[in-house]
């Protein structure tokens, strides 16, 4: 008996640690009790241990039940003498065995729960109101200053959504992948050489695709570039080995898990360095208020997605290539937290002086090789408009506050879809550009099918002036005409030449669903562009005209120039003798 009973106990031991251990594997909990979800899976293996031994117990007491029933002597025939078989009262039913687990089991489940109830309660908002608006700290920025006016060829036009069609045209044309893998719709917004890139990596089609290909890994990512559209499979001597589309220890979240037990993560990002090596990016949370409230960034660890390799990095040292470490939704949080409280609790409710939001919806800035989240403020009880706006460094969350009224994003979206209603246009969410120190909103606007066709600048603070063109050269001189700047347009930068001579080669091409003629004279290096818009003559270019033009330099060392406007003077051949 004794022997059958510790045999028992060592099962029921087993069966709960590998209950224990499959929950650990699917939770992922930090081993850390500022996790919630270590004090949820501490619960849950309590349950798991106290269900195994009742269920245990039930066994073994029908078991011992039905052997007793002919084993056991309970009494003797007062006639014979022989003995009676029977049912031991006494052994057949010893609910102390089950009841001190279940008594102390129930006892530390109740600890748990109290102990989550007061570390929430100390942590609300209502005690620590001037405590959530200090978890980010804001400083006033010069706009003209902060924000450099930059070229037109250097303007972002992708968005997240047009970065997701040309990803997913470009895996189409590799027919040897696209049987095989997708895209992870991550699409994160780095800086790459001083380029604003969006980038994601492949990922297995389903489970069985996996297992024909885990051995390799995945064989490449996806750049968009969102000046140019190019859009780039980046081919890897050595296949992505984690992420999150594998199974078991090379899931991403698994192997930070099990490399890094005690620390908290925030949401995983995909990046590269300035190599292209890929790597994943996974910031590492701490709280700054009570137990669990007041969610901040302490650090990262960075992974190698081929290799493995991983080390963790302060804040301070995470290096610079890192655009991405705080999360847009935890910036947001955290921005409407200092708008909401910078009065106090109660002053959020009912006097609600001085109190302020971020609007409904952000974008992304690029500045000095830095990506900075961009969203308005407006006041609670006039959310009609802004009162002006502020930029966040997402690696260092340095945040600066700019001081300017004028309509929210929305309002300009309307604004810009208003001009070309007649063509039905959607607009994207609006990037603060500096347009002859005048914050301006940028907007790209896209047909049906997700395609951009237009551009749209429209003031901040005066949203009903509008500019739009095909181009964004052209948008921007109709923005800056519908401003009476016609005369301040012309920069250093851009300085508007004539020129003339004749045509040496020239091509045209479909940009953005509108003809563009690229041309070149005769001892001149530079690359002329012109869209179709800009001269009914052009289709009827050919190498050796003559032509007359005006143009606005771009490009590197002014390498290219833009075509404002152009005439033939001289068709090849005429004149001459027959």
Request: with cysteine; aromatic share 12%.
């Amino acid at each position: 008996m004794k022997h059958r009973q510790t045999v028992s106990v060592a099962g029921r031991i087993l069966v709960s640690l590998a209950l224990i251990f499959l929950l650990f594997y699917i939770m992922l909990p930090a081993v850390n009790l500022h996790d919630q979800n270590f004090i949820i899976f501490l619960i849950i293996s309590i349950l798991i241990v106290l269900v195994v031994n009742f269920l245990s117990y039930v066994k073994n007491f029908l078991s011992d039940l039905g052997q007793r029933r002919r084993t056991v002597v309970v009494g003797h025939d007062p006639i014979t003498g022989a003995p009676v078989y029977g049912v031991n009262p006494q052994e057949a039913a010893n609910p102390v065995s089950l009841a001190k687990p279940l008594k102390y089991g129930f006892i530390l489940i109740a600890v748990l729960v109290v102990f989550m109830a007061l570390a929430s309660l100390i942590g609300i908002k209502f005690f620590n109101a001037s405590r959530y608006r200090d978890l980010i700290a804001i400083t006033d920025g010069d706009f003209t200053a902060d924000v450099s006016e930059i070229n037109m060829n250097q303007i972002p036009v992708v968005d997240r959504d047009t970065a997701s069609r040309l990803g997913s045209r470009k895996l189409g044309e590799m027919s040897e992948l696209v049987s095989q893998f997708e895209i992870q719709e991550h699409y994160t917004q780095i800086n790459y050489h001083q380029t604003p890139y969006r980038v994601t990596p492949l990922a297995y089609a389903d489970p069985i695709k996996w297992l024909f290909n885990q051995k390799n890994g995945l064989p490449a990512y996806i750049t968009v570039n969102m000046v140019t559209q190019d859009t780039d499979l980046v081919w890897l001597e050595s296949g992505m080995r984690y992420s999150p589309s594998e199974y078991f220890f090379r899931n991403i979240y698994r192997y930070l898990r099990f490399s890094y037990p005690t620390l908290m993560f925030d949401q995983v990002s995909f990046e590269i360095d300035d190599n292209g090596t890929p790597y994943w990016v996974a910031p590492v949370i701490t709280y700054r208020i009570g137990w669990w409230s007041g969610k901040d960034i302490s650090g990262a660890v960075l992974v190698d997605a081929c290799t493995g390799e991983s080390q963790y990095y302060t804040k301070e040292d995470v290096p610079q290539w890192i655009d991405q470490l705080y999360t847009s939704d935890l910036i947001i949080e955290q921005l409407d937290d200092n708008g909401r409280y910078q009065n106090g609790y109660l002053n959020s409710i009912f006097g609600q002086r001085g109190v302020r939001r971020t609007t409904y919806g952000y974008n992304y800035l690029a500045l000095d090789d830095d990506v900075y989240l961009y969203t308005g403020m407006s006041s609670v009880t006039a959310d009609e408009s802004n009162i002006g706006f502020v930029l966040v460094n997402l690696r260092t969350k340095g945040t600066r506050f700019y001081p300017v009224p004028g309509a929210t994003e929305y309002s300009a979206m309307d604004s810009a879809q208003g001009q070309v209603q007649h063509l039905k246009y959607t607009a994207t969410f609006p990037l603060l550009l500096n347009i002859s120190d005048r914050p301006t909103y940028f907007i790209s606007l896209k047909d049906a099918a997700g395609l951009v066709k237009m551009y749209a600048f429209v003031d901040v603070a005066q949203y009903q002036i509008v500019g739009t063109g095909v181009t964004i050269d052209e948008a921007r001189r109709n923005y800056r005409t519908a401003l009476n700047l016609e005369d301040e347009m012309i920069t250093e930068t851009e300085e508007e030449r004539t020129a003339s001579g004749i045509v040496e080669s020239v091509a045209d091409v479909v940009v953005s669903g509108n003809s563009c003629y690229y041309f070149m004279l005769e001892g001149d290096g530079t690359v002329y562009t012109a869209l179709i818009t800009v001269s009914e003559q052009l289709p009827f270019l050919n190498a050796g005209d003559e032509v007359s033009f005006s143009y606005v330099s771009s490009g590197e060392d002014g390498a290219t120039g833009n075509v404002i406007s152009i005439e033939i003077t001289k068709k090849a051949g005429e004149g001459a003798d027959d």
